[in-house]
């Protein structure tokens, strides 16, 4: 008898997926903390910002493919600098950084201003995790 030898079929080796890298500029610590570990429990890789300098410095240091905003800020130096600031910068660093704002007072002209955006939205507050994880699949951050 005759035995038929095959070739062996491997597996085609599976790509690493590097996790999305998220800049949570927050200045309300246990919502900055939670969020970032929120984020990180699912897979993100994550920087977080108490303020807009702070913000500016992390995103000079690293690259990232999305940024979790609070809209309402402190001043900087007795400027009002607002999330939608922020976002501004955030898109000088990277032109399709996907933009999540969030903030306690939100209504259709915060929503319609974060969509006039492209590749944003807005949550408001307080997050629920299962629209946060949602909201972040429909701007490409999953």
Known sequence: MTEVLR???????ESPVRPAAILVVEDEPHSRLGLGALLEQRGYRVE???DVPEAIRRLQASRFEGAIIDIRLPDV???GVT???VAEIC???TPEMGLLFVSAQGGPEVE???GSLGRAAFLEKPLD???LAAT???LGLC
Request: charge should be positive; proline fraction near 7%.
């Open 77 to 79: 130096h007795a400027a």
């Open 91 to 93: 898109r000088t660093f």
């Open 7 to 13: 070739p062996m079929e491997r597996e085609a080796p």
């Open 48 to 50: 977080t910002a108490a």
């Open 112 to 114: 319609a201003r974060a």
């Open 129 to 131: 995790s299962a629209r």
């Open 83 to 85: 999330g939608w600031d």
């Open 136 to 138: 972040l699949g429909q």
